[in-house]
């Protein structure tokens, strides 16, 4: 049974390629290297650790230099131990996700003949990609528009996408109490796996305007040493003038919301706002949600912002720039949103996107190249 490798940045797209070779029982032998740690000075667990000995895949811990913080010293240690785990390990392949996890093993993967691929989620390549990209074996990129200077490596794949989040769920979360006789539509705001205080800060504001028109599902992001962004809404609403002008049985602040829960929202949210991280715009887009983007300004290469342009010039979405994000725009917008909802839903409908596509064409990329050897 050939053995990969899997690691890299991506970690969802990653997932997803994952369960889809175990959902249809593809010889492949996993080991996964990642982080057990998120933010190492906060000292958070890293999600992928839990996510991989859920799926029973050996993980193994690793540390890198970042490609913008970069030292000599710490990344060839880092390309040693690279090298050690693919001899060790008996490694056949080494499936990329990008990031400066993933440059270490591509590098030592190279002298050892062990082939490379690498899959880049956004628009354009990062910085890590791109080092990946001169020896890898093939570029599997999610958007036709992505670029190399060695094209013949580029192969349109599309983004996996998380399984679980088509999974029909009928009970809502124990958490969740809206009264189902209740027909206001419902809306997801979401700031990404570490929320959004831009987005959280301007909401604040409209809560009353929000909470007699929509029932509000808001994924505020997770607490840090230096942030603790669900308390500090909890404390918000707690103010007396702020409970008695917001109907709270309307809005729900949640750090995090699982695959599990957004199986039970998605085909039910009417509309969203959202940052435009590759993966949140390919699970919104799957369910044909009409969403207004506020890209995250300082994003590599401005590839949030790219993601949004591209279903805005489709009039698939609608976008805001944070440079313009206040109180007052964000209700026009959504008032926007509001009026153009069919014509968007419609668009994005008629995409007919196959859930299970895009980690099909990985996969058989991956047995390509292993066939090669």
Partial sequence: MPKILITGGHLTPALAFI???????????????????AQTKDG????????????KIKFINFAAAKTGDFDWRTFRRSLKIAKDILIIEKIDLVLSFGGYLALPFALAAAPLKIPVITHEQTR?????????????????????????????????????????IFAEQKSPPTWFKAAAEKKLPWLYIAGGSQGAQAINQAILPILPWLTKKFIVIH????????????????????????????????????????????????PRFSLAISRAGANTVGELSAFAIPTLYIPL??????????????????????????????????VFAIQNLLTHMPAIRKNLTAQSL?????????????RQNLLRL
């Fill in 19 to 37: 369960d889809y070779c175990h959902n249809h029982k593809l010889d492949f032998e996993f080991v996964f290297v990642g982080r057990e740690l």
């Fill in 124 to 164: 354009v390549l990062g910085k890590a990609n791109r080092a990946i990209g001169l020896v890898a074996r093939a570029i599997a990129v999610s958007f036709p528009e992505t670029t190399f200077w060695q094209r013949q490596k580029i192969v349109v794949t599309g983004n996996p996408l998380r399984q679980a």
């Fill in 219 to 266: 994924q505020v992001g997770r607490a840090s040493a230096a942030r603790q962004p669900l308390k500090e809404i909890q404390d918000y609403l707690a103010h007396p003038a702020n409970k008695a002008a917001i109907n709270l049985e309307h809005y729900y602040p949640r750090e995090f919301l699982s695959a599990n829960e957004l199986s039970y929202f998605y």
């Fill in 354 to 366: 196959n859930n299970d596509e895009a980690a099909a064409k990985l996969a058989q990329l991956v």
């Fill in 297 to 330: 300004p300082f994003a590599n290469y401005h590839e949030q912002e790219k993601n949004a342009a591209r279903l805005v010039e489709k009039e698939m979405a609608l976008m805001l720039k944070q440079e313009n994000l206040q109180a007052s725009s964000l």
């Fill in 44 to 55: 958070q667990p890293a999600w992928e650790k839990a996510e991989i000995a859920a799926r």
